[in-house]
């Protein structure tokens, strides 16, 4: 059976905060799977491929959908 938990809003968030969820930490869509983890994972030296082995509830996709748009906020924010 396919996996049918969304891992996108609408507007193509891949991360979202809700105050029902981790007590409204930013998580990745469908997962309770806080971006901070990630950011501390790729920080302590660890690969993307071992965050994924470690979340399997994460997609890839949603990572690499996250890492362009935090590039792209912070671009339009010094710019």
Same mark, same amino acid.
């Given at each position: 059976?396919a996996?049918v938990?969304?891992?996108?809003?609408?507007? #193509?968030?891949v %991360?979202?905060?809700?105050?029902?969820?981790?007590? #409204?930490t930013?998580v990745f869509?469908g997962?309770? %799977?806080p971006?901070t983890?990630?950011?501390?994972?790729l920080? #302590? #030296?660890?690969?993307l491929?071992e965050?994924?082995?470690?979340?399997?509830?994460v997609?890839?996709?949603q990572?690499n959908a996250f890492?362009?748009?935090a590039?792209?906020?912070?671009?339009t924010r %010094?710019?």
């Amino acid at each position: 059976m396919a996996d049918v938990r969304p891992t996108m809003l609408p507007d #193509g968030s891949v %991360v979202h905060s809700d105050p029902e969820i981790l007590s #409204g930490t930013p998580v990745f869509v469908g997962t309770r %799977v806080p971006v901070t983890t990630l950011i501390k994972y790729l920080e #302590g #030296g660890y690969s993307l491929g071992e965050f994924l082995d470690n979340f399997p509830s994460v997609r890839r996709e949603q990572v690499n959908a996250f890492l362009e748009q935090a590039t792209q906020a912070l671009l339009t924010r %010094v710019a």
